[in-house]
Structures are given as structure tokens and as C-alpha cells.
């Protein structure tokens, strides 16, 4: 049987859950069924894609210059043409390439939606925008949202029709994270990490601040707060931090490639979001069975509930977030395999790349 051959895009290698996860979709793709070519629409090689380059497949860089390079979208179609892929699947595409692609190459297009909907739903970036990614949509033949969440507000935000819309969680490679032997820490100090793009209106980490002002002025706990990303408002957070007198408590690391390592160094991950379509970082930390607290909202929702080591707090309530910390100060101790267990059911790559690779089927049978 001659392999299907699937052309996998993406705008640009980066720092988000969506570079991620195409990483552990591409660790688990079966080889001997699926010829995969993956398409960088812009930038170069970066932390994400050299993995799948080192993994096997192959790799272009178009090396966009912006969103609008219509000479680059030409080069994207002489590309796939000379590819001639059964299927195509994208992920984060500038507007108006989708209906470009599906006028040259007459294929069916699988997109993967990771949250950009529910931000137009809580009226989110620039409404012209709303209206081109309607249009986008429609040359879709298969939406798979990251979450319920996410499904629910293609729906009603771009009223598409359900029938091409299915739930696809992402997955990650739960054999790499998966906790090495304890290292050796200092055990009184409660080590809370954050994992993300530094970007208030969405994520939140100003949120941080506040919950460090209460921690500060709550006798008998040492705390730090462990910052792992980068982002527009790196520097106004930390203005902040300043401004409220608990810069002391922050170590503001960048990006960090290494989500691994990272999550080995701190007790527990926080997650602030204002907006989250599933919250790919929780899940890492889940795997390795450090617990993590979150806003109860939207895709953190599907993410956390059920897990013992996952803790809910009601939206925005900063009082809440820091009684849900304390309360893990006070039981800290080794935790079970509780996390691990429920990611691997739920969350694992290979559970994901199945499922795409089953879809990848119907379309041509």
C-alpha cells in the first residue's frame, strides 16, 4: 500500500502551544502508513522544528516576509504541487491562504484550531478579522478544534456547521515528560511556576503580582514565583512586580526550550489565563505529577477536572488563587502517579496522532 502523503503548515516555529504540539504529533505519526512534509511559512529553522527535522521528515522554510507576501504564497503552491500531497493539514495561517491553496491544488484541507475562536468570542482582536477567518473556514473540510471549548465557539462565533467540526485534544509525549529521580531543593521555599507567553490580556501573569502581594503579606511561607516565556508584556510585568514591592519574589527566566527541565525546578504550576482553549503547559506538569491551579474557564476545564492534583479556582478571584496555593504549601509532600496516569488516558501524542491519522483515512477512502 503507497503511503499517504500529508503537508503539514504552519506560519513560523515559535514559543506557543501550537509549535508544540506539532512536535509531539510529528514524534508520533506512523512512518510506514504517512509520508509527512512539513511547511514553515515564515522564519527559519528554530527549537521546535529542528526536532521534526532530526525526527526524519523534511522540512522547508519558505521564509515569508510578512503575512500578505502573495510571491510566497505562489512559492507555497509550486511547493505542495511539486509535493502533490493527498492531504493537507495547517495550523496557524495568515488570512486568505487557505482559499489560495484550495483554488491550485483542489485537496482536502484539515485545519487545526488552537483558540483563536474563543478570543473573537470574548471579542478579541480586530473584528475585520473575524469576518476573513469566516471566509477562511469555508474551504476547510474538517475543523478539528484543540477542545470542547474551542469546538463550541467555532460554532457560534464563525456560524460554521457542526457537522464539519470534531474535537481533537492535543496530545504530548508522555515518555519525555515524565519525572526524573527528585533533584535536591531547598524544601522551604514553595517554588510556583509559570509557563507561557508573557500576555495579559490573554494569559494573565499580571495576575501573578497580586497573588504574590497576598503570599507576601501571609506570615510563615517563602515563596518564588519561576517565570518561563517571553511576550509583549514582559516588561510592564515586571514594572509591576516593582510598582507592588514584590519584585524580590520573581525570577523572570525568557523562553525556555527545555519545558522539561523547567517544570523539574518548581513545586507547583499556576496557570492565570484570562483566556485558555486548553492549556497545553498543565498538562506537561500534569505528566509529571506536579499539581497544578488554575481559573475555572473554558478548555482548562476539560483539562483539570477530574485530575487529584488538579485544583479550580472561580475566574479572576486572586483571593481564591492564593488560598488554592497555600493549601498546596501546607500539603506538600510526594505525590502519586495520579497526574501522570490521567494524562496518559486523555492527553498522550499517540492518542492524538491516531486520531488524525484516522481522519487522515477518511478522506480518501
Known amino acids: 500500500m503507497p503511503k499517504l502523503r500529508i503537508a503539514i503548515l504552519m506560519w513560523?516555529?515559535?514559543?506557543?502551544?501550537?509549535?508544540?504540539?506539532?512536535?509531539?504529533?510529528?514524534?508520533?505519526?506512523?512512518?510506514?502508513?504517512?509520508?509527512?512534509?512539513?511547511?514553515?511559512?515564515?522564519?527559519?529553522?528554530?527549537?521546535?522544528?529542528?526536532?521534526?527535522?532530526?525526527?526524519?521528515?523534511?522540512?522547508?522554510?519558505?521564509?515569508?516576509?510578512?503575512?500578505?507576501?502573495?510571491?510566497?504564497?505562489?512559492?507555497?503552491?509550486?511547493?505542495?504541487?511539486?509535493?502533490?500531497?493527498?492531504?493537507?493539514?495547517?495550523?496557524?495561517?495568515?488570512?486568505?491562504?487557505?482559499?489560495?491553496?484550495?483554488?491550485?491544488?483542489?485537496?482536502?484541507?484539515i485545519n487545526t484550531e488552537h483558540g483563536t475562536a474563543l478570543q473573537r468570542q470574548f471579542g478579541k482582536g480586530k473584528k475585520w478579522r473575524k469576518f476573513i477567518e469566516r471566509f477562511d473556514f469555508f474551504f476547510c473540510d474538517y475543523i478539528a478544534a484543540n477542545s470542547k471549548a474551542s469546538a463550541i465557539a467555532l460554532e457560534k462565533t464563525y456560524r460554521l456547521s457542526i457537522k464539519k467540526i470534531g474535537v481533537i485534544y492535543l496530545g504530548i509525549d508522555t515518555n519525555h515528560f515524565k519525572k526524573s529521580p527528585k533533584k535536591i531543593h531547598n524544601s522551604k521555599i514553595l517554588r510556583i511556576g509559570y509557563l507561557g507567553r508573557i500576555v495579559n490580556s490573554l494569559k494573565g501573569v499580571d495576575r501573578l503580582v497580586l497573588i504574590a502581594k497576598n503570599l507576601h503579606n501571609h506570615n510563615g511561607i517563602k515563596f518564588k514565583f519561576i517565570i518561563a516565556g517571553e511576550g509583549e508584556d514582559r516588561i510592564k510585568t515586571e514594572q509591576f512586580c516593582e510598582k507592588m514591592g514584590v519584585k524580590k519574589y520573581f525570577n523572570f527566566l525568557g523562553w525556555v526550550p527545555d519545558v522539561k527541565s523547567f517544570l523539574e525546578t518548581i513545586d507547583i504550576l499556576i496557570v492565570p489565563s484570562r483566556f485558555e482553549s486548553l492549556g497545553l503547559s498543565s498538562i506537561e506538569a500534569l505528566s509529571m505529577n506536579i499539581p497544578v491551579a488554575a481559573f475555572d474557564l473554558q478548555g482548562l476545564r476539560e483539562t483539570l477536572a477530574g485530575?487529584?492534583?488538579?485544583?479550580?479556582?472561580?475566574?479572576?478571584?486572586?483571593?481564591?488563587?492564593?488560598?488554592?496555593?497555600?493549601?498546596?504549601?501546607?500539603?506538600?509532600?510526594?505525590?502519586?502517579?495520579?497526574?501522570?496516569?490521567?494524562?496518559?488516558?486523555?492527553?498522550?501524542?499517540?492518542?492524538?496522532?491516531?486520531?488524525?491519522?484516522?481522519l487522515y483515512f477518511s478522506f480518501i477512502q
Not at 496518559?344 to 491519522?357: C, E, I, L, V
Open 307 to 358: 485530575c487529584s492534583i488538579g485544583t479550580l479556582v472561580p475566574p479572576g478571584n486572586i483571593n481564591k488563587m492564593t488560598e488554592a496555593v497555600i493549601k498546596l504549601y501546607k500539603n506538600k509532600k510526594e505525590h502519586d502517579n495520579s497526574g501522570r496516569h490521567f494524562v496518559q488516558k486523555r492527553f498522550s501524542n499517540d492518542t492524538m496522532a491516531q486520531k488524525y491519522q484516522d
Open 12 to 109: 513560523k516555529d515559535g514559543i506557543g502551544g501550537a509549535e508544540r504540539s506539532l512536535c509531539d504529533l510529528a514524534s508520533a505519526i506512523d512512518k510506514q502508513y504517512f509520508e509527512v512534509h512539513f511547511y514553515y511559512l515564515s522564519g527559519k529553522a528554530d527549537y521546535f522544528s529542528k526536532r521534526i527535522e532530526n525526527s526524519g521528515f523534511c522540512v522547508s522554510y519558505l521564509e515569508w516576509k510578512n503575512g500578505y507576501d502573495w510571491s510566497g504564497r505562489i512559492q507555497l503552491i509550486l511547493k505542495l504541487k511539486q509535493f502533490s500531497p493527498h492531504i493537507i493539514h495547517d495550523h496557524i495561517l495568515p488570512p486568505l491562504t487557505r482559499p489560495f491553496i484550495k483554488l491550485f491544488l483542489l485537496r482536502p484541507i
